[in-house]
């Protein structure tokens, strides 16, 4: 079976990035043959800094392997060092309707909040195609926010076969059960985002155990005292009882069941108590790896090497069914 999932180099990794994405890495990479990417030219299409998009794609290139990938299981790379990405894109882009692009829920909510809004942020969906397309991916591991775009992908992957021959495989995505959208501790109708929402709600990968006993210790519950799962009614504690399933691999009845009758004082500890005792390995064979930048840089041009021998057989295919002359 062929896995391929990525993540955007933008911003501070949180919590909601674990529960949402790099724990699903793990998981899928036994599985089969995995390819993970670091999306940073999906991070061009909203504003950026260039030395803050080249500090973030180490960053997350970091928490990749810190979390537990193995690049000698897993193929990891960053999406820029294969150009097989933007030429798919390219050619994808016949195959996909402007209405399509135009109903995609994360464009309509990102150009609202920008005063330039890029061509690229309107064309995201069709790059993100090519980059599961060109692996011919069984499944994608992504999270909740994902759907729509996925969906695309599987639209884009069934017309271009239709049109020009089988070529792409039509993916599955996987969504994880429990934990899919983790929420902002402080404003848990948002999600855990580092661009939108209160700051002191949001769980960073890299806050240290202080930090984020603190941000648990005044995360947003509700006026009663019992630790139940209501996402509805109980928005604050069914948030802290998801985060806590995450990160011990509980599921929600047991969590319900452990807190029982404590109140909710004794609950956030407890949830902060696992986030910590979670983070802390993680972090220290991140910052090991940010320490050695050689061998980071090492282990993502093997991945490089690997992601473009697997692509160029697809984006060959791609180009000789629709009509081009090859060299």
């Given at each position: 079976?062929?896995?391929?999932?990525?993540?955007?180099?933008?911003?501070?990794?949180?919590?909601?990035?674990?529960?949402?994405g790099f724990r699903q890495y793990v998981a899928t990479?036994?599985?089969?043959?995995?390819?993970?990417?670091?999306?940073?030219?999906?991070?061009?299409?909203?504003?950026?800094?260039?030395?803050?998009?080249?500090?973030?794609?180490?960053?997350?290139?970091?928490?990749?392997?810190?979390?537990?990938?193995?690049?000698?299981?897993?193929?990891?790379?960053?999406?820029?060092?294969?150009?097989?990405?933007?030429?798919?894109?390219?050619?994808?882009?016949?195959?996909?309707?402007?209405?399509?692009?135009?109903?995609?829920?994360?464009?309509?909510?990102?150009?609202?909040?920008?005063?330039?809004?890029?061509?690229?942020?309107?064309?995201?969906?069709?790059?993100?195609?090519?980059?599961?397309?060109?692996?011919?991916?069984?499944?994608?591991?992504i999270g909740d926010d994902q759907r729509q775009h996925?969906?695309?992908?599987?639209?884009?992957?069934?017309?271009?076969?239709?049109?020009?021959?089988?070529?792409?495989?039509?993916?599955?995505?996987?969504?994880?059960?429990?934990?899919?959208?983790?929420?902002?501790?402080?404003?848990?109708?948002?999600?855990?985002?580092?661009?939108?929402?209160?700051?002191?709600?949001?769980?960073?990968?890299?806050?240290?155990?202080?930090?984020?006993?603190?941000?648990?210790?005044?995360?947003?519950?509700?006026?009663?005292?019992?630790?139940?799962?209501?996402?509805?009614?109980?928005?604050?504690?069914?948030?802290?009882?998801?985060?806590?399933?995450?990160?011990?691999?509980?599921?929600?009845?047991?969590?319900?069941?452990?807190?029982?009758?404590?109140?909710?004082?004794?609950?956030?500890?407890?949830?902060?108590?696992?986030?910590?005792?979670?983070?802390?390995?993680?972090?220290?064979?991140?910052?090991?790896?940010?320490?050695?930048?050689?061998?980071?840089?090492?282990?993502?041009?093997?991945?490089?090497?690997?992601?473009?021998?697997?692509?160029?057989?697809?984006?060959?295919?791609?180009?000789?069914?629709?009509?081009?002359?090859r060299p």
């Amino acid at each position: 079976m062929r896995i391929f999932s990525g993540i955007r180099s933008s911003g501070d990794k949180t919590l909601g990035n674990y529960s949402g994405g790099f724990r699903q890495y793990v998981a899928t990479q036994e599985q089969g043959d995995a390819f993970f990417c670091v999306v940073d030219l999906h991070s061009i299409t909203t504003p950026f800094e260039p030395e803050l998009l080249h500090e973030a794609t180490l960053s997350v290139a970091g928490w990749l392997f810190a979390t537990g990938l193995d690049p000698d299981r897993s193929t990891v790379f960053v999406q820029s060092h294969v150009q097989a990405h933007a030429e798919a894109a390219w050619l994808l882009g016949a195959v996909t309707s402007f209405g399509e692009l135009r109903r995609m829920t994360q464009f309509k909510e990102r150009s609202e909040e920008q005063d330039f809004v890029s061509s690229g942020l309107f064309n995201y969906p069709v790059l993100m195609a090519g980059d599961i397309l060109l692996y011919e991916a069984d499944i994608v591991p992504i999270g909740d926010d994902q759907r729509q775009h996925l969906e695309l992908a599987r639209n884009i992957a069934e017309r271009f076969n239709g049109r020009f021959g089988d070529t792409f495989k039509v993916p599955e995505a996987v969504y994880p059960e429990e934990g899919a959208r983790i929420k902002n501790l402080q404003e848990p109708e948002r999600l855990m985002s580092t661009t939108r929402g209160a700051p002191a709600g949001v769980v960073r990968m890299i806050d240290p155990p202080d930090e984020v006993r603190k941000k648990f210790k005044t995360a947003v519950t509700d006026s009663g005292t019992e630790v139940r799962h209501d996402p509805e009614g109980k928005p604050g504690v069914s948030n802290l009882i998801e985060i806590m399933a995450v990160v011990t691999g509980a599921s929600i009845a047991d969590v319900e069941g452990r807190f029982d009758g404590q109140g909710y004082g004794a609950f956030k500890e407890g949830v902060a108590e696992a986030v910590v005792e979670l983070l802390s390995p993680i972090q220290e064979r991140y910052n090991a790896l940010r320490a050695d930048e050689g061998e980071l840089r090492r282990m993502l041009a093997q991945g490089a090497d690997k992601a473009r021998g697997a692509s160029a057989p697809i984006l060959e295919t791609m180009y000789e069914r629709m009509g081009f002359v090859r060299p």
